[in-house]
């Protein structure tokens, strides 16, 4: 049976989500982004954008996943999600994610503070939490998830999980790859990260062979080690770094994303052909391209090789 196989972009920003026009076009909402395969759905992270990506939870699909990189505040605002308060799917949207995610969760809609509705109330969640640490290989009809721990402030190492999902199609495994706000290089103080080999390392082979990664792409080298020293230890990365890492992992297309607040749509582009640049004298065979609002990537039966099959909605 062929597997419909789409990626799509609702949430592109990092830390805060930017709301005036000078960031459109790149995107305003944070981390929120669908992997549908066939009649099953996967929100990967819950920022501000999943209100938008809850329209693609149609009668269609069947089966539904929300998948948590980890708890922080872009990353999980679902409160006004109304699929997250009632939908079709029998069992619910099922939950992955780390401890810190669970935590995060109890405490956001605690049904006082934060958000007003308890957690118990949200009706179309499942009330099951499947808990990750990173290294884990889960077996779905559809694909096979495998995870990553990534080091994240505060908690350090399993901080954030990365996810890679292996579909199987008529032509062979797709693999779609998402991972977000991990940090290679340095502990928070600017302090030298001791098992920077050691996770690199790692990372290259969990994404090894990826015909789509979605990363964390926040900072530029020249942010990270001249202009705004101070990120160091933030728990994100720089663009030119995933290149880096991608070229050694053979990775045919990154789709750079958690856009930098301070990054509106002018300096993106410009940022845009800086990555292009280096790529290439990289000798980087994949391609590269920044996540954009509304961005679809249908992989189909076929693996995507270059940007030129992306689509923006209208």
């Given at each position: 049976?062929?597997?419909?196989?789409?990626?799509k972009?609702?949430?592109?920003?990092?830390?805060?989500?930017?709301?005036?026009?000078?960031?459109?076009?790149?995107?305003?909402?944070?981390?929120?982004?669908?992997?549908?395969?066939?009649?099953?759905?996967?929100?990967?992270?819950?920022?501000?954008?999943?209100?938008?990506?809850?329209?693609?939870?149609?009668?269609?699909?069947?089966?539904?996943?929300?998948?948590?990189?980890h708890?922080?505040?872009?990353?999980?605002?679902?409160?006004?999600?109304?699929?997250?308060?009632?939908?079709?799917?029998?069992?619910?949207?099922?939950?992955?994610?780390?401890?810190?995610?669970?935590?995060?969760?109890?405490?956001?809609?605690?049904?006082?503070?934060?958000?007003?509705?308890?957690?118990?109330?949200?009706?179309?969640?499942?009330?099951?939490?499947?808990?990750?640490?990173?290294?884990?290989?889960?077996?779905?009809?559809?694909?096979?998830?495998?995870?990553?721990?990534?080091?994240?402030?505060?908690?350090?190492?399993?901080?954030?999980?990365?996810?890679?999902?292996?579909?199987?199609?008529?032509?062979?495994?797709?693999?779609?790859v998402?991972?977000?706000?991990?940090?290679?290089?340095?502990?928070?103080?600017?302090?030298v990260?001791?098992?920077s080999?050691?996770?690199?390392?790692?990372?290259?082979?969990?994404?090894?062979?990826?015909?789509?990664?979605?990363?964390?792409?926040?900072?530029?080298?020249?942010?990270?080690?001249?202009?705004?020293?101070?990120?160091?230890?933030?728990?994100?990365?720089?663009?030119?770094?995933?290149v880096?890492?991608?070229n050694?992992?053979?990775?045919?297309?990154?789709?750079?994303?958690?856009?930098?607040?301070?990054h509106?749509?002018?300096?993106?582009s410009?940022?845009?052909?800086?990555?292009?640049?280096?790529?290439?004298?990289?000798?980087?065979?994949?391609?590269?391209?920044?996540?954009?609002?509304?961005?679809?990537?249908?992989?189909?039966?076929?693996?995507?090789?270059?940007?030129?099959?992306?689509?923006l909605?209208?």
């Amino acid at each position: 049976m062929e597997n419909n196989i789409e990626l799509k972009i609702w949430g592109t920003r990092g830390s805060v989500p930017c709301g005036s026009a000078e960031f459109m076009k790149f995107g305003g909402d944070t981390s929120s982004y669908t992997l549908q395969i066939g009649d099953v759905l996967r929100f990967l992270d819950a920022g501000t954008g999943i209100t938008r990506a809850s329209q693609k939870l149609t009668p269609e699909i069947n089966r539904a996943y929300l998948n948590l990189s980890h708890g922080h505040a872009d990353h999980l605002n679902m409160g006004c999600a109304g699929s997250m308060y009632f939908n079709n799917l029998e069992n619910g949207i099922y939950i992955t994610g780390n401890e810190n995610a669970k935590n995060s969760l109890d405490k956001f809609f605690d049904g006082k503070d934060l958000w007003p509705v308890p957690l118990s109330q949200l009706g179309g969640l499942n009330k099951s939490f499947h808990l990750l640490e990173g290294g884990e290989t889960v077996q779905y009809s559809d694909s096979e998830m495998q995870t990553l721990a990534n080091y994240h402030p505060p908690k350090g190492m399993g901080g954030s999980i990365g996810y890679r999902f292996n579909i199987p199609t008529a032509d062979g495994n797709v693999s779609v790859v998402y991972t977000t706000d991990m940090e290679f290089d340095y502990t928070p103080g600017g302090i030298v990260q001791p098992k920077s080999a050691e996770m690199k390392s790692a990372y290259v082979d969990f994404i090894r062979g990826a015909d789509i990664l979605l990363a964390d792409t926040q900072n530029t080298n020249e942010e990270y080690n001249v202009t705004t020293k101070f990120v160091r230890g933030f728990g994100h990365p720089t663009v030119e770094q995933i290149v880096d890492l991608a070229n050694e992992a053979d990775v045919k297309t990154i789709i750079g994303t958690h856009h930098s607040p301070s990054h509106n749509d002018e300096l993106m582009s410009s940022l845009e052909t800086h990555v292009r640049d280096y790529a290439t004298g990289e000798g980087f065979r994949g391609d590269f391209v920044y996540a954009r609002d509304g961005m679809t990537i249908s992989l189909g039966n076929t693996p995507l090789k270059r940007a030129g099959s992306y689509e923006l909605a209208a």
